[in-house]
């Protein structure tokens, strides 16, 4: 069965250093997304992509985050300058049709800012 | 914005039939209706999703009735591999289309021997 794959399962970082979470979604979906959960807390949706721009930001994903489709098949999202705060389980998702359709998640990317 | 109601928790036991009810009273006609599942440390999962009426799939079933101002998840006979937290979403039109989904707290089911 496709997947959605997410590298690295866990990185931890000094504050202020730059990192790239990386998402391969399944190969034939078209709308992309990037979710988080700080530990105990709810799911929370930070950006959706499609046609090779954002289509929809929280107040989250403020310029301290971006997302980049570079080839075909991956998909990453950027947290420049992290922050205690940006520690959480950061989630990619896929889906074919948008948030009407099945949206495939990931295992899952868990930050640790230090 | 529709926004959902659930219930923070439940309990159940093993052979349980188990329903959850969302409150979703300002769902807008186009808005779907969507439930997943999602045990610790992993990404949610997928579970059943409608717009009015039933939906039966092999894992559940999501009742809808007629005003669509609630939906039911139903799991017939659950098991301890069931425990986990059930999300229930409705469809959301950002500026670009339908493009996100928002969670709420989510149930957490806990289904004991």
């Known amino acids: 069965e496709p997947e959605v794959t997410q590298t690295p399962s866990h990185q931890v970082t000094q504050m202020g250093q730059e990192v790239i979470l990386r998402c391969v979604p399944i190969?034939?979906?078209?709308?992309f997304y990037w979710y988080r959960q700080i530990l105990g807390q709810k799911v929370e949706f930070l950006v959706s992509?499609?046609?090779?721009?954002?289509?929809?930001k929280s107040e989250i994903f403020d310029d301290q985050f971006s997302v980049e489709r570079p080839d075909g098949s991956n998909f990453t999202l950027k947290i420049r300058s992290t922050k205690l705060e940006d520690s959480a389980m950061y989630f990619c998702?896929?889906?074919?049709?948008?948030?009407?359709?099945?949206?495939?998640f990931g295992e899952g990317s868990r930050l640790t800012v230090l | 914005l529709a926004k959902t109601t659930q219930p923070i928790s439940m309990d159940s036991y093993e052979g349980q039939e188990v329903n959850i009810t969302c409150s979703h009273n300002?769902?807008?006609?186009?808005?779907?209706i969507t439930w997943y599942q999602q045990f610790p440390s992993q990404g949610p999962r997928f579970i059943i999703q409608?717009?009015?009426t039933k939906v039966t799939n092999e894992v559940a079933s999501l009742f809808i009735p007629a005003d669509r101002k609630s939906s039911t998840l139903s799991l017939p006979r659950v098991s301890l591999s069931d425990t986990a937290v059930y999300y229930c979403?409705?469809?959301?039109?950002?500026?670009?289309?339908?493009?996100?989904?928002?969670f709420g707290a989510g149930t957490r089911l806990a289904v004991h021997p």
């Open positions: 998702a896929s889906s074919v049709r948008g948030a009407t359709g099945e949206l495939f």
């Open positions: 190969s034939n979906h078209l709308y």
């Open positions: 992509f499609y046609n090779n721009e954002i289509s929809e």
């Open positions: 300002n769902i807008a006609t186009n808005d779907y």
């Open positions: 409608g717009y009015k």
């Open positions: 979403l409705v469809g959301d039109i950002g500026t670009g289309g339908y493009n996100k989904l928002i």
